[in-house]
């Protein structure tokens, strides 16, 4: 699959020639894939074939990422707002359009919702993850507020209702203009902690091979038994790829409601890595009415992505995923 992007170190470049100044022009072109891959349905469930040996091997042919692209399948994502002040809160919006240029105004719900919208900071730090509304006239919008500046890349994750449409994952470029502070993503880890609640994770991701990833949340020690669902769930996982953010868009083996699956401790997902790298794993969650995000950083296969130099996993609070959520 060719991964090859025209991706530019916004952020960087601008921190090198204007000091701590993230400046946003009026012209902030979205990141284009050089050629289109193909693409199958991301909300498909890929389950992994057992070798002779009895164990999982998982071998089938890969999936492509999502999110490289701001036009695929006869669709392009208008993205109305380029730039926005870190800090404030501001209007996002966004059209998606068919081939002739006209906005779309009927789509297949998936997972409760017609349009899952994410925001990513190029570095990893920040994740939003939003559901706009839908004007009549196929404009979607929704407030957002990004606590720093730099380069976001912003994911519209749909299925149109025309007739033999499919599930795409396009992406466009965002750009947050105020004081430029440089983060790097957090070391790999099998654990973290979101507001009180401990997350760990078990298994990990494989590139070219469907693996099963098992989330265990818990409350001061204790097991949480009473998840509550969300977008039809009882946890919601995506995964960027560090580097040219690559997505990933898996959901979990089970549904609430049908006779095996329980509300907790326990969440399983199975996924596949389109490749090689560094990946960032953002797994929400909804206990007692809210909706938290625990955040991971794992790696499939060979060494890390050279493009995330790493630190200490984060203990104050600056990884910014806690309040990712817009309904």
Do not use: C
Request: proline share 7%; no cysteine.
């Amino acid at each position: 699959m060719n991964t090859g992007l025209r991706i530019t170190a916004f952020a960087a470049a601008l921190a090198a020639t204007f000091g701590t100044a993230y400046g946003v022009g009026k012209g902030v072109e979205p990141v284009v894939a050089d050629s289109a891959p193909p693409r199958h349905d991301s909300h498909g469930r890929t389950s992994p074939e057992s070798d002779e040996g009895g164990g999982h091997t998982g071998r089938h042919e890969t999936p492509p990422a999502g999110g490289l692209q701001i036009s695929e399948g006869g669709y392009t994502l208008d993205l109305r707002t380029t730039a926005v002040t870190a800090g404030k809160r501001a209007d996002l919006r966004l059209v998606i359009r068919d081939d002739d240029g006209r906005a779309v105004t009927a789509y297949q719900r998936e997972h409760d919702k017609e349009l899952h919208l994410i925001v990513a900071s190029r570095d990893l730090v920040t994740y939003r993850h939003l559901h706009p509304t839908r004007a009549a006239d196929g404009t979607w919008s929704t407030p957002v507020d990004l606590p720093r500046a730099g380069g976001y890349r912003v994911f519209a994750d749909f299925t149109p209702a025309a007739k033999g449409a499919r599930n795409l994952t396009l992406g466009a470029d965002l750009a947050a203009s105020g004081a430029f502070e440089s983060r790097r993503l957090p070391k790999p880890d099998t654990s973290a902690e979101v507001d009180g609640y401990e997350v760990e994770l078990d298994g990990g991701l494989r590139p070219g091979a469907a693996s099963e990833l098992k989330l265990t949340v818990s409350r001061n020690g204790r097991p949480v038994t009473d998840l509550q669902p969300y977008l039809g769930a009882y946890g919601h996982l995506v995964a960027l790829r560090s580097g040219d953010l690559a997505y990933l868009h898996v959901h979990p083996n089970g549904e609430p409601g049908d006779g095996a699956t329980e509300p907790g401790p326990g969440i399983s997902f199975t996924a596949t890595a389109p490749s090689a790298g560094t990946y960032r794993l953002f797994l929400d969650f909804k206990h007692e009415g809210t909706v938290r995000t625990a955040a991971f950083t794992v790696r499939a296969g060979g060494p890390a992505a050279p493009a995330a130099p790493e630190e200490p996993n984060d203990t104050d609070g600056t990884h910014d995923t806690s309040t990712g959520h817009g309904h």
